[in-house]
């Protein structure tokens, strides 16, 4: 069956280091895209991806980057973590601009 | 920008009870749609209904159901005969053209025994 799936599932890192979340669908979906849920935030977008070579900043992008080099894969990477990246990282992606999309199991991320 | 508001930061309703969640939106387009996800405390994000804004109709899922009112940019969600397992967070979502998910800050939802 298709799937989305993301890894690590739980990450520890430290002030400073870069650390790189992996997200990988196998539904062919041109569309992907990275979220972050905080308690009284709901999901706020990082940045998402409408196809290979295509990258474009969400609302709280600051601080992380994407490439789209194929259609499967949309890595999101924190530069230099900082502890208020510390969250939960959803990555999903949708078939169609403008229809449901379809969400990973998350990525518990904590900066010390 | 569109905005999604939930107003109910919690709600509880009592086992085999209907319950509704509020969402209000704002936008300026015509043609759009929007969503209820919910997440349970398993953390998955599982889409519960959709909701096309050109269908006057509302969407049904089982004991899921909208109350779609297009001129009042409102959309609740109505869970019927609730179930211990629809103990979770629930989100309203709006989607329109091609622009990205814009999600509400949620509503957590506990089913009592």
């Known amino acids: 069956d298709a799937e989305i799936t993301q890894s690590p599932r739980h990450k520890i890192t430290e002030t400073g280091r870069q650390v790189t979340l992996a997200c990988h669908q196998t539904w062919n979906h041109n569309n992907m895209f990275w979220y972050r849920q905080d308690l009284g935030h709901g999901l706020r977008l990082i940045h998402y991806s409408y196809g290979v070579q295509d990258t474009n900043k969400g609302e709280v992008s600051d601080g992380y980057s994407v490439s789209r080099s194929n259609t499967e894969d949309l890595p999101l990477t924190l530069e230099s973590a900082a502890s208020s990246q510390t969250s939960v990282y959803f990555c999903?992606?949708?078939?169609?601009?403008?229809?449901?999309?379809?969400f990973g199991p998350g990525t518990r991320l904590t900066v010390t | 920008a569109q905005t999604v508001t939930q107003s109910q930061p919690e709600m509880s309703v009592q086992e085999a009870e209907t319950v509704t969640l509020s969402c209000t939106y704002d936008t300026s387009e015509s043609n759009y749609y929007l969503f209820w996800y919910k997440q349970p405390p398993s953390r998955q994000m599982i889409l519960v209904i959709r909701?096309?804004?050109?269908?006057?109709q509302n969407a049904t899922e089982n004991r899921f159901s909208v109350n779609f009112q297009k001129a009042a940019k409102s959309f609740s969600l109505k869970i019927s005969d609730s179930q211990l397992g629809d103990t979770a967070m629930y989100f309203c979502a709006f989607i329109s053209g091609n622009t990205p998910l814009v999600f509400g800050k949620g509503t957590r939802l506990s089913v009592i025994a």
């Open positions: 909701q096309e804004a050109y269908k006057q």
């Open positions: 999903a992606s949708s078939e169609v601009a403008g229809w449901e999309q379809y």
